[in-house]
């Protein structure tokens, strides 16, 4: 890794190293526009922000993120995929406390190629294909910069008024691009927030539900509140009940199978409703899925929805995976049935490359996120909100402080364009359908589930039925793999198998990343197997 050039001329308090960033006696560049010493006094007063520094120092840092992703590519063999550092790597490495006096950019730079780098899990290699992936882009990072740079507060819609409109605008440019139904957007009832992840987005739409169902019928009722998911429904969607004070018991994660891909079936959740009726529980929330953490199973929204209305319970649909695929016309059939939802999120840093983080939602009725939420301290009052003629996004979300994200996302949008966003989505399916080629051509391995989106779920098939072994096998076989550094692939669980998971997504990924399969040689144990793959990779 290289560190960008600067000028290297001093001044009295500067230190120069010939990066144009003084060492030892602050961040300055050597022209007089950093720390400057104080009269009289032995400290070096600090200028936080100087614009000349910023130039000077924001360049270096450009150079050596561009460095960082030209080097992901061209020396993968500096950048395990995975970090192979041990629990605690970091400790020995770093004093035991902050300096008292500022030290040199280029020395800190030297610290995170020398210390952080190795500590670092490469989200953005080309042959990261972990959990999902966490899309950057050249846009995402502009609209990143752009946000640290203005630093902009807009939790209500004085704080910065741009801010406050252009999300609305973008998410309603977003919703359009998703064919999302105009209740959905800012012209109805509803509209859309930028949440931070989606852990929050059901987080405050549970919220939202819960409020909005006890005002129906009495706050004496929280406990007799039961919500309903999928087994397959993401973590948050628990935690967020247990937040909600929904009790633990009353929280269904109704079961699904191979039968039905891990989807949820409807007959499953009228069952369970009518069930909890009987005995007096009240249904109020249902969270559908499209494209689960596990496997991208896709819940019938058409069916779950129609239940949904009939009984007047709250639909969520969390997609914040496989939603962004869902900008081509040819996914947009997997949310069919969102029509009859209340609420719907995406992860636009998932892959829609909006860098991290970036979760849009919408909901159909705003007001009842607004009556959830909505807090009214004298010292935010203004004069507009008193006529409640706009948005204020402190009432739509859980914390008040909020950062300039659609900034990124329009930059994303209006620097690409959706024609070239579908494509490159398109890309990445493409790469998955090889990649489960060789492996439904390989009878070492099975596919285990079907292929929606950009995730291969597979394994090695087990040897005279015994599945134990065969878990045991896969195990050893995801960590001889991953112990290499030159991939990186996850894991999960399926009807008690171990399943192996090949989730393409990040932004540099092309088709010889994920060429693995090969003229793969047969009856060989799994090191062997892998050490075969990792050839063909890298001749490849
Ligand atoms: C389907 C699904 N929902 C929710 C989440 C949580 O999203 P976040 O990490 O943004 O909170 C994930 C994360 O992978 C996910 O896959």
Known sequence: MEFGNGNGTGTDNCNCNGNGIRNGNGIGNGNGNGNEKVKGANVIKMKPMDSELLREQGHIMVDFIADYYRDLQDSPQDFPVLSQVQPGYLRDMLPNSAPDQPESLNELLDDVTKKIMPGITHWQSPSYFAYYA??????????????????????????????????????????????????????????????????????????????RILKQVGKTVLPQLVVYASDQTHSSFRKACLIGGIHEDNIRLLRTDSSTNYGLLPESLEEAISHDLAKGFIPFFICATVGTTSSAAVDPLVPLGKIAKKYGIWMHVDAAYAGNACICPE??????????????????????????????????????????????????????????????????????????????????????????????????????????????????????????????????????????????????????????????????????????????????????????????????????????????????
Request: include cysteine; proline fraction near 3%; hydrophobic fraction near 40%.
């Open 331 to 540: 996914y947009r059939k997997f949310i069919d049935g969102v029509e009859n939802a209340d609420s719907f999120n995406m992860n636009a840093h998932k892959w829609l490359f909006a860098n991290q983080t970036c979760s849009p939602l919408w909901v159909k009725d705003r007001y009842a996120l607004i009556a959830a939420l909505k807090t009214n301290p004298e010292y935010l009052e203004y004069k507009v909100s008193e006529k409640d003629a706009v948005v204020n996004y402190k009432d739509w979300q859980i914390s008040l402080s909020r950062r300039f994200r659609s900034l990124k996302l329009w930059m994303v949008l209006r620097l690409y364009g959706s024609e070239n966003l579908r494509n490159f989505i398109r890309e990445h399916v493409n790469l998955a359908k090889q990649f489960e080629d060789y492996v439904t051509q390989d009878p070492h391995f099975e596919v285990v589930t079907t292929r929606y989106f950009s995730l291969v779920c597979f394994r090695l098939v087990p040897v005279d039925g015994d599945e134990d072994k065969c878990n045991q096998r896969n195990r050893e076989l995801l960590a001889a793999i991953n112990s290499t550094g030159k991939i990186f692939i996850s894991h999960t669980a399926l009807s008690g198998q171990f399943i192996l998971r090949f989730a393409v997504g990040a932004p540099l990924t092309e088709e010889k990343h994920g060429r693995l399969y090969k003229n793969m040689p047969l009856n060989l144990p799994a090191t062997a197997i892998v050490k075969n793959i990792l050839k063909e990779t890298v001749e490849n």
């Open 134 to 211: 966490s899309s950057t882009s050249v846009a995402g990072f502009l609209g990143e910069m752009l946000n640290a740079g203005l630093s902009v507060v807009g939790f209500t819609w004085q704080t910065s008024p741009a801010a406050t409109e252009l999300e609305i605008i973008v998410l309603d440019w977003l919703a359009k691009l998703l064919q999302l139904p105009d209740h959905f957007l800012s012209t109805g009832h509803g509209g859309g927030v930028i949440q931070g992840t989606g852990c929050e987005a059901v987080l405050v739409v549970v919220l939202a539900a819960r409020d």
